[in-house]
C-alpha cells in the first residue's frame, strides 16, 4: 500500500475560471523522496497545502482525493488534522525564521510546539528541544534555545525549523522551497540534512523547488510542473534523461555545464 496516493485532483481558489492546479496524481511509498518542480505559479505549494489542508481561505479540492495510509484527508474533522499535523506530517516552510514568532525565545517556542502534541513536563520537553537542535548539527543548543529568532543565521533558522518539524519523527515531511532563501553552500548544507534524515527515520518527503539541480539530486520521483499541470513525471533518470516537454527540456538546458559534463 502506499504512504500517500493523490488522486486525480483538481484544486481551485474563490470562483476562478481557471483551476491553480488540474489532474494531479503522485503515489509514493514509504521512505520515497520526491522532487516537484517548476517555476513560480506553477501550483507546487498548492499541492503540499492540499496535503495538509493548509489552503488559504477559498482554496478547495474540487475533485479527485488524497489518501494517506489508505484514509481520505479531504474529510477530516478538526480533532483529527490537529493529531495527524506535527506528528505522522509535518510541513517545512521556505524561510521557518519568518514562521517563528520574533518576539519570542526559540526555545519557548520549542516547548510549546511539544507540548502541543504530547504530554510533557515543560523540563524533559527542553531537554527534547535541545536535544533535536543537537541532532540537525546546531552548535551550543541551549544558547540556540535561549536565542531570539533575530539572532540566528538564515540556516540556522531553517535548521531549528527542520529540528521541530522532525521532533516527533513523522511518516511524511512537506517541504516547500526549502534552501532557496539561503546561500548556495548554506543549501548544500540543508540538503544533505534532509538526505540524513531520510537515512536515519526512513521518512518520507515531498520537496517542492524550482531548482531543478536540487530537486533532481535528492529525487526518487521527479516530477515538473507549469501552469498547474504536471508536464513530465517519472523516476529522476527517465526525466532527466528522457524529458517529453520542451519546458522540461528548457530547464535542463539552464543548468550550467563544465567541459561537457551537467552539474545536475
Known amino acids: 500500500m502506499s504512504l500517500l496516493e493523490i488522486k486525480d485532483i483538481t484544486v481551485n481558489y ?3 475560471a481557471k483551476p491553480s492546479v488540474e489532474h494531479f496524481s503522485l503515489s509514493m ?7 516537484i518542480v517548476g517555476e513560480s505559479g506553477s501550483g507546487k505549494t498548492t499541492v503540499i497545502r492540499s496535503v495538509l489542508g493548509l ?14 495510509q489508505g484514509k481520505s484527508l479531504l474529510n477530516l474533522k ?6 495527524l499535523r506535527g506528528s505522522d506530517i509535518s510541513m517545512i516552510f521556505q524561510d521557518s525564521g519568518a ?28 531537554q527534547r528541544g535541545a ?12 544558547n540556540i534555545m535561549k536565542s531570539y529568532p533575530f539572532q540566528l543565521s538564515g540556516g540556522m533558522r531553517q535548521r531549528v525549523g527542520i529540528a521541530m518539524a522532525m521532533t516527533f519523527q513523522p511518516k511524511l515531511l512537506l517541504a516547500d522551497e526549502p534552501t ?43 516530477i515538473v510542473m507549469q501552469q498547474g499541470k504536471i508536464v513530465d513525471a517519472g523516476t529522476r533518470e527517465d526525466v532527466m ?19 561537457g559534463k551537467r552539474y545536475v
Open 14 to 16: 474563490g470562483k476562478s
Open 29 to 35: 511509498k514509504e521512505g520515497e523522496i520526491v522532487s
Open 55 to 68: 489552503l488559504p481561505r477559498g482554496g478547495r479540492v474540487e475533485q479527485g482525493d488524497i489518501l494517506f
Open 78 to 83: 478538526k480533532e483529527e488534522w490537529k493529531s
Open 99 to 126: 514562521m517563528i514568532n520574533p518576539i519570542r525565545r526559540v526555545g519557548d517556542q520549542f516547548v510549546e510546539y511539544i507540548r502541543t502534541h504530547q504530554k510533557m513536563g515543560k523540563k524533559e520537553a527542553r
Open 131 to 142: 536535544e533535536m537542535l543537537t541532532r540537525m548539527h546546531l552548535p551550543n543548543a541551549d
Open 180 to 222: 532557496s532563501a539561503l546561500d548556495v553552500t548554506i543549501q548544500a548544507q540543508i540538503v544533505r540534512q534532509f538526505m540524513e534524515l531520510r537515512k536515519l527515520y526512513h521518512t518520507s518527503m515531498i520537496v517542492v523547488t524550482h531548482n531543478i539541480g536540487v530537486a533532481a539530486y535528492m529525487a526518487d520521483q521527479l
Open 241 to 259: 534523461n528522457h524529458p517529453k516537454s520542451d519546458y522540461t527540456r528548457n530547464l535542463l538546458a539552464c543548468v550550467p555545464d563544465m567541459e
